[in-house]
């Protein structure tokens, strides 16, 4: 079965500071592997996605996140952390072949501070 | 009208209410999904519909019931809820079922049930 792992609920940095989210998975298959973004009020937005190919997947808004088979971890980073990054941020992974919504992990809310 | 949208954004209704909420995506999908988002508990999957077909349904109660008309049209019919059914519940579209594909949410529909 699949499962996502997120540590740490709250991460809190500095503005100007490195980002760093992590996200570990367990898949009985080779994962596609997601991150969204929620901000207060609103839906989930993706920021990046990795199915095949390059490891290291760059998105929206200067985030990016490296797939690591061998430690089954898609962390999420960003260099610079700016205000405007203050939200909830979601790993997810694609479930099984036949059993297709993707599985959630419990969200990170992520606080900069000024 | 872009992306998925969802009506009403806000609903209060009374135990003895019947509602529903409406979600439409303008991206060509076949694929839609409910989800429960309440606070300090992981995304929850309810329902999903692919190509108008209901694929899955997550051991949700009968108070809600899901209908897709067609595969830009979903609705989550309720009646007879619970103070504990206050929740964000969101709306996903997605090109289809398949595994590869990432979510599109709508903004959320913030149920509070009195």
């Known amino acids: 079965a699949q499962s996502v792992t997120q540590l740490g609920s709250h991460v809190s940095v500095s503005e100007g500071a490195l980002v760093l989210l992590r996200c570990n998975y367990s898949?009985?298959?080779?994962?596609?592997l997601f991150w969204y973004v929620q901000y207060p009020n609103q839906g989930l937005q993706l920021l990046l996605k990795?199915?095949?190919?390059?490891?290291l997947v760059k998105g929206i808004n200067g985030f990016e996140a490296e797939f690591k088979k061998s430690e089954t971890s898609f962390h999420l980073t960003k260099p610079s952390a700016h205000m405007s990054d203050a939200a909830e941020y979601f790993c997810?992974?694609?479930?099984?072949?036949?059993?297709?919504?993707?599985?959630f992990g419990k969200g990170t809310r992520l606080s900069v501070i000024a | 009208e872009t992306g998925v949208t969802q009506t009403p954004r806000h609903l209060v209704m009374g135990m003895t209410n019947k509602k529903s909420l409406k979600c439409e995506q303008h991206l060509g999908h076949n694929a839609m999904y409910w989800y429960k988002q309440s606070a300090k508990k992981p995304l929850e999957l309810m329902f999903v519909y692919n190509f108008k077909e209901q694929t899955e349904n997550n051991s949700v109660p009968s108070r809600f019931s899901p209908e897709c008309p067609n595969s830009s049209h979903l609705f989550l019919h309720l009646h007879t809820l619970q103070p504990e059914d206050s929740a964000l519940y969101l709306c996903?579209?997605?090109?289809?079922?398949?595994?590869?594909?990432?979510?599109?949410f709508g903004p959320g529909t913030r149920l509070t049930v009195t």
């Open positions: 898949s009985s298959v080779p994962p596609y």
């Open positions: 996903a579209s997605s090109q289809d079922g398949d595994r590869g594909y990432e979510q599109y």
């Open positions: 990795y199915t095949t190919g390059a490891t």
């Open positions: 997810a992974v694609s479930g099984s072949p036949g059993n297709t919504p993707l599985v």
